[in-house]
C-alpha cells in the first residue's frame, strides 16, 4: 500500500467515525438533557 | 424503557381534524418506535444493505481507489445528507396528521387532485424494488445454509462458482463455443481448456474442413471429476468419430482428476483451423431446476411477512435491534480474520492498497463523478419513500435532524470501514490484483457469490466464516426488504382503513405473485429490467419530485422550519441553499444521465435477444399493473372520505 493510500484510508476512516461517535454522543447527550 | 422514553415517543394521533388532508383521517392510534435507539438502527438498517459490502468496495476499486472518496464524500454532503433530512422531514410531517405514505402527503403540499397520484410512486416504487429485492436476498440464505452444509465445498474456481450461481437460478445447462486460433492447415489442434464449469460430463461437438473442403465431425464425452462420489455419473465411452480423427483428448469415456490445459486433436489429413466449430456442453450437476431457490425464497419471504406482521415495535424494531448489532460484529470478524491471514497471491496491506491507493488522474473522468454519486443515492435508501413512512412514526417533537444523521453515519460506517475491509482485500490477497480488477468490473454478485465461497474454502474455519458473510448479507438485506414493503401496508392502513393483518395479507399476495415471474425468468432479463426502472431511474425521478414538492411547492423557508421543529442540532445555514438549489440540480443530473446513458437502450430493448423481449415486456405490465391498481386504490380512498380541505 502506497503512503497515499495510507492518507486517503485514516482521512476517510477518521471522517467516518468522528461523524459517528459525535451524532451518537450528541444524540445520547439530547436524549440525557431531555430527562 | 423509561417512563420519560415512552413519553418522548407516545403514539401519534391526530391533532386537530380541520388541519387534517388527504381522504380524512383514521382516529385508529398509529404504530410509533418503542426508543430512540430503535428507530436509529431500523433507519440505519433501512440504508445498510447488500450495496455497503458489494457493491461500494466494487465501486471504489474500479473508480480511482482512495480518489473515489472525494467525489464520494462530496455527494454525500451535497446529496445524501440534505435528501436524507428532507425525507425524515416529509414522513414527519405526514405522521403528525395521522398519514404515512407520499399520496396524502404530497395532497398536503400542493392540493390539486393530482399530487396525490404523483405520490403513489412513494408506494409502488418500493414495493416494485422489494418484489426482487427478495430474491436476491434468499440467495444469502441458501448461501449461508450451503456454506455450513459442504454444498459446494470442493469448487475452488470462480468460473465453476459461477456455475454453481447458476444452476442455483435454474440455469441447468451450459452451452458455449471454444475458440480456435487461426492458422495454416494442420494435422494437430490444441484449444486452452477455459470452459470448466465445474464437475461433471462434458458433450463435445467439433467441425473442422479438410484441404478438399470435406467436413470432419463428431461427437464425445469426457468428465472431470476431483472427488468422485457413489452418485458420479460416468460419460459414455461411445463416441462418433470421424476416419479423419486418430486421437482426441479428453478422450471418450475419459475421466479426468482435474481439469485439462487443453483439448488436443490429431488427424491423419490436415485440416484448416479457421473452419472450426468446437461446442461444449455441460450439465449443471449442483442443481436441478428451480427447487432450492423457490425454497429458500420461500422461507426468506415467510420471515419478511412474519416480521411486516409484528409491525414496528414488535416486527421491524425488534428485528433491527438484533439484526444490526450481529451484521457489525460479523464484518468486524470477518475483517480483521481477513486482514491476519497469511498472504496468497498477496498481503494484506496490498488488499487494502488496491481499493485505497488513489488514482488523482481519475477525477477528471465524469464517470468517476457519476458513480460516487449513485452510490451514495443507493446506499443511504433514499428517494424509495421508506424513510419517509419510517418517520411517520415519529412523535411531533422529536428531533430528526440529529436523528437523521446519525442513521447516515451509521450507514457510512458500515460501508466504508467495514465494507471496504472484507472482500476487494480478501479477493487481492488469494486471485490477485489483475482477477480482482476483473471481478470489481464484472460486478457485485460475482464478488459476494462467486469469489468469497472460493476464498472461504480456502481458511480454516471457512465454513463458519462463509456463513457469517452470507449471514450478514442477509441481516443487512431483511432490514432493508422490510422497510420497502412497509410503505404499502401503512397506505392501506392509513387510507383505506385496513386492519393491519388484512394490509400485510394483501401486500404479501401481490409481492408472492409478482415475485415468481422475477425467479423464473431471472436469465432472461425480468430482474435488471425492474430494478432499472423500479430500482434506478424511478428513485431518481421521484427523489427530484419530492424535492420539487417540499422545497419549492411547500416552500424552502417551511421547509427549514419543518426539519428544525424540535431539532437537537441546527443545520448550517447553507443547507439551506443547497437544498434549494444544489441538491435539485445534482439529481436532476443523475436522472437525466442515467435516462441518457441506459434508458434509451433499454427502452428499446437495444440487443436485447427476440426470445427475451416478451419477457421484458411482462415486467413492464407488471410495473404498469401495480402502479395502476395503487392509483386506482387511492382514488378509491379520496372517493370514499373526501377530497382534501381547501
Redo the contacts between chains.
Keep these: 500500500m502506497l503512503f497515499s493510500g495510507w492518507v486517503f484510508m485514516s482521512l476517510s476512516w477518521v471522517l467516518v467515525v468522528s461523524l459517528t461517535a459525535y451524532c451518537f454522543y450528541k444524540t445520547l447527550q439530547a436524549d440525557g438533557s431531555k430527562k | 424503557m ?1 417512563e ?2 415512552k413519553e ?1 415517543l407516545k403514539p401519534v394521533m391526530p391533532e386537530d381534524e380541520n388541519e387534517s388532508f388527504g381522504p380524512g383521517v383514521s382516529h385508529t392510534p398509529r404504530e410509533t418506535w418503542g426508543s ?1 435507539i430503535g428507530l ?1 438502527l431500523a433507519m440505519a438498517g433501512n440504508a445498510v444493505g447488500l450495496g455497503n459490502f458489494l457493491r461500494f468496495p466494487c465501486k471504489a476499486a474500479a473508480n480511482g ?3 473515489f ?1 472525494i467525489p464520494y ?1 462530496i455527494a454525500f454532503v451535497f446529496l445524501g445528507i440534505p435528501l436524507m433530512w428532507i425525507e425524515w422531514a416529509l414522513g414527519r410531517f405526514g405522521g403528525r396528521h395521522g398519514h404515512g405514505t407520499l399520496p396524502a402527503i404530497f395532497n398536503r403540499i400542493w392540493k390539486n387532485p393530482v399530487s396525490k397520484y404523483i405520490g403513489a410512486l412513494g408506494i409502488v416504487l418500493p414495493l416494485l424494488i422489494v418484489t426482487y429485492y427478495n430474491y436476491i436476498e434468499s440467495w444469502t440464505l441458501a448461501y449461508g445454509y450451503f456454506s455450513v452444509s459442504g454444498k459446494y465445498s470442493g469448487i475452488h474456481e470462480r468460473q465453476a462458482m459461477e456455475t454453481f450461481l447458476e444452476g442455483y437460478t435454474g440455469r441447468t445447462k451450459k452451452e458455449s463455443v471454444m475458440a480456435v486460433p487461426a492458422g495454416p492447415a494442420t494435422a494437430e489442434i490444441s484449444v486452452a481448456f477455459d470452459k470448466y464449469y465445474g464437475d461433471g460430463v462434458y458433450r463435445m461437438n467439433f467441425e473442422f474442413r479438410d484441404a478438399n473442403d470435406k467436413a470432419v465431425a463428431g461427437a464425445s464425452e469426457f468428465a472431470i471429476y476431483r472427488e468422485p462420489g457413489p452418485n458420479t455419473i460416468l460419460p459414455s465411452k461411445t463416441a462418433t468419430l470421424p476416419e479423419q480423427l486418430e486421437s482426441v483428448y479428453p478422450g471418450p469415456g475419459d475421466t479426468l482428476a482435474s481439469r485439462p490445459e487443453t483439448v488436443t486433436f490429431k488427424f491423419r489429413t490436415p485440416v484448416k483451423p479457421e473452419t472450426a466449430k468446437i461446442g461444449l456442453g455441460w450439465g449443471n450437476n449442483y442443481f436441478n431446476g428451480y427447487g432450492a431457490a423457490l425454497l429458500f425464497f420461500v422461507i426468506t419471504f415467510a420471515i419478511n411477512i412474519v416480521v411486516l406482521y409484528k409491525g414496528v415495535e414488535s416486527g421491524i424494531e425488534a428485528l433491527a435491534k438484533v439484526a444490526m448489532p450481529t451484521l457489525v460484529i460479523f464484518a468486524i470478524i470477518l475483517a480483521i480474520r481477513v486482514l491476519t491471514l497469511a498472504p496468497v497471491k498477496a498481503g494484506a ?2 488488499g ?2 488496491f481499493i ?3 488514482d488523482l488522474s481519475m477525477l477528471g473522468s465524469a464517470g468517476v463523478w457519476l458513480a460516487a454519486a449513485g452510490q451514495i443515492f443507493f446506499t443511504l435508501s433514499i428517494c424509495t419513500g421508506a424513510i419517509q413512512t419510517y418517520a411517520s412514526f415519529v412523535k411531533d417533537s422529536e ?1 430528526i435532524v ?2 437523521g ?2 442513521t447516515a ?2 450507514n ?2 458500515c460501508e ?2 467495514l465494507g471496504g475491509t472484507i472482500a476487494i482485500p480478501a479477493s487481492v490477497m488469494f486471485f490477485g490484483a489483475a482477477e480482482t480488477a476483473e471481478i470489481a468490473k464484472s460486478g457485485a454478485f460475482n464478488l459476494g457469490f462467486s469469489s468469497m465461497p472460493v476464498i472461504f474454502q480456502q481458511i480454516p474455519l471457512g465454513s463458519v466464516l462463509g456463513a457469517m458473510w452470507f449471514g450478514l448479507l442477509f441481516f443487512a438485506g431483511i432490514t432493508s426488504s422490510v422497510a420497502l414493503a412497509y410503505p404499502a401496508i401503512v397506505f392501506l392502513k392509513d387510507e383505506l382503513d385496513y386492519t393491519h393483518a388484512r394490509a400485510v395479507t394483501l401486500v404479501a399476495s401481490i409481492l408472492f405473485v409478482s415475485a415468481l415471474p422475477v425467479i423464473f425468468f431471472f436469465d432472461r432479463g425480468f430482474l435488471d429490467e425492474m430494478d432499472f426502472w423500479a430500482g434506478t431511474f424511478g428513485l431518481a425521478m421521484f427523489g427530484f419530485v419530492e424535492l420539487v414538492f417540499f422545497c419549492w411547492i411547500y416552500g424552502m423557508d417551511n421547509a427549514w422550519d419543518e426539519m428544525h421543529h424540535g431539532h ?2 441546527k443545520i448550517p445555514k447553507v443547507f439551506y441553499y443547497i437544498m434549494k438549489y444544489l441538491t435539485p440540480a445534482f439529481i436532476l443530473a443523475l436522472m437525466i444521465i442515467w435516462g441518457y446513458q441506459d434508458g434509451i437502450g433499454i427502452l428499446t430493448m437495444n440487443g436485447v435477444p427476440a426470445e427475451n423481449a416478451p419477457v421484458l415486456w411482462g415486467a413492464r405490465l407488471l410495473m404498469a399493473a401495480i402502479t395502476l391498481f395503487f392509483c386506482y386504490l387511492i382514488k378509491k380512498a379520496w372517493d370514499k372520505k373526501g377530497q382534501v380541505h381547501a
Design positions: 423509561s420519560e422514553n418522548v430512540k436509529i481507489g482512495g480518489a472518496m464524500f496491506l496490498d487494502l492498497g485505497w491507493n488513489p428531533d440529529l436523528t444523521l446519525t453515519a451509521t457510512e460506517f466504508v470501514i437537537a442540532m
